[in-house]
């Protein structure tokens, strides 16, 4: 079933990306460029998976789902802009390869995208409703975390739950509002679309635990990115703030991760040191198995709120066996 | 009527603004920032007087009416960026008061909250489509304006035709959509709909040539931009390819118009150099009555697309005045 959801949406990412070849071209190819870029497109498959879980249509759902991968995509365009990133999925980003000025627009005419795909997507006004109201409210989040982000990042330290908040705004409320999308359009009642809400928050809280694990201890050749990447932009993970809690009680272990902190290489040899010291104090501290562990506990909540929901077992193990592979992965 | 519609605007707009005193302030301050900057609030009081025209409630249109200043007032601030404006109504733009990330991401935030607006509105179905189809064709458009003014800034020369599709999409059609779903919600047949966006359009690029034409031609002072601004940037306004083309005939005017155009001061003797040589050749070129004519012309042809509509001719006059008004307003 998700290989056919997942060719579904790659069809219709295809025709999309077709029907936007549109002038003038800076403005709608760093769209089909990101379109192109792939990924796992993990938030339309869980709004399919969660439409297809209460016996509704895929055909009422690809749209919105389509919208939100949309979504997601102005996000990342916008975020690479905010982080400087020159790289992502080891591609230039849009503002490299084009400019700021066309990142902002394509950015924003991807969100007016997203719009019409959701409003074109011929749901009963009520289903309508709620979908849009459901998207609004998301998009807000997704902001709102990404400035958090952004001023957290001016910060010294940010305390675990302050952490814990602003990846549930930034990441994990995307993926809850796609199974709520989802399971609405396939016909589930509200409590049980709030159940799924909170299976897709925890999942996405999850996964962010992950990415920060990753970054880390993961493969980085599968993984894609800079191993340490973050240790080196000194970025508030789940790891560094839980690391710099249980040093406190070493002073000379919690001097040396601020001093690692205090200076900011790039590449290079010292680059690699940092990385290397940073991961040894991680190593000392445990951080690895303490993460996997708030992964797991995670998981299970997630899990707990999806079995609760009354769909068929079956189906829900499919979600669940879903998003336990992905959470297995290349560690 | 008018007097009254603008007070509630500025009420709800009052109201909006308290409603986003919220965390993170960083996100929300921006908007309420871009809010109480004022102005004249004609999309909003077109939407309020469209509706009017055809006998609707005006708290049914309010809430959309807001959404589209809000829309607005998102397009400014990721302009402002694009364009490196340091000031707007002599106040620092978003980017300059805060930073770009700051200003991207409010700018992006005040996109969503307008949808909401619109999706709050609790129009019928059947309206509410129409009115988001119209929404989301405008914002696409007004974002494919903007990206073909950026693209024409490097160019050396455009024709007066892409001048008129560029400031159609970037400027006109923001106003004709205000009239569109005005009258839509006001309780309009398509036709007049489509009679009152064609008002909506040619008055808008009305606007427009005056905002090229005050830019020389106008008072500083009450116009509350620097005079010349456009002469400077080498902005390619109506004014500046009328004039290349009528020059074109002479080839020492003309020789001498690209050659202001190949030097770039900022302030300064040689700004005002440039700027009272420019005019100069304006002059000669008679720019100013040409200008005036285009301004006339299109205003004449927007008078009677709404004269074809079926609305009341007293209502319909308020209308005409309102815009003669603003065409008129400190030349």
């Not at 299976?199 to 599968?222: M, P, R, S, W």
């Not at 040396?256 to 290397?276: R, Y």
């Not at 929901?309 to 297995?328: C, G, R, V």
Request: contains cysteine.
């Amino acid at each position: 079933m998700i290989k056919n959801f997942q060719q579904t949406i790659n069809e219709e990412i295809e025709k999309l990306s077709a029907e936007l070849s549109l002038p003038p071209s800076e403005l709608y190819e760093p769209i089909r460029y990101m379109l192109s870029m792939g990924g796992k497109r993990i938030r339309p498959l869980f709004v399919l998976m969660g439409c297809d879980l209460f016996g509704g249509k895929m055909s009422d759902a690809i749209s919105p789902a389509l919208a939100i991968e949309l979504l997601h995509n102005f996000t990342l365009v916008h975020d690479d802009i905010m982080d400087n990133a020159p790289l992502r999925r080891k591609k230039p980003t849009v503002h490299t390869k084009w400019n700021t000025p066309t990142a902002i627009l394509s950015g924003d005419v991807m969100m007016v995208k997203a719009y019409q795909l959701i409003c074109r997507s011929k749901l009963p006004p009520k289903i309508l409703d709620s979908v849009l109201s459901i998207f609004n409210q998301m998009a807000i989040k997704v902001c709102e975390g990404q400035q958090w982000d952004v001023n957290y990042e001016n910060l010294h330290k940010i305390s675990i739950q302050q952490y814990f908040q602003m990846i549930e705004l930034k990441t994990a409320v995307l993926l809850a509002a796609c199974l709520k999308i989802g399971v609405l359009i396939g016909g589930a009642h509200q409590e049980d679309a709030n159940n799924l809400y909170e299976f897709g928050k925890n999942t996405g809280i999850a996964f962010q635990l992950q990415d920060d694990l990753l970054d880390v201890y993961g493969d980085a050749e599968k993984f894609g990115k800079q191993k340490g990447g973050d240790i080196l932009a000194n970025k508030k993970t789940f790891l560094l703030l839980k690391a710099m809690d249980i040093t406190s009680a070493n002073q000379y272990m919690n001097e040396e991760l601020l001093q690692w902190m205090s200076i900011k290489p790039t590449e290079g040899k010292d680059a690699e040191e940092k990385i290397n010291s940073v991961t040894r104090i991680y190593d000392f501290a445990n951080i690895k198995k303490i993460t996997e562990e708030e992964i797991n506990s995670y998981h299970k909540k997630a899990i707990t709120s999806l079995e609760r929901a009354s769909a068929s077992s079956e189906k829900k193990k499919e979600l669940i066996d879903f998003t336990s592979a992905l959470l297995q992965r290349e560690v």
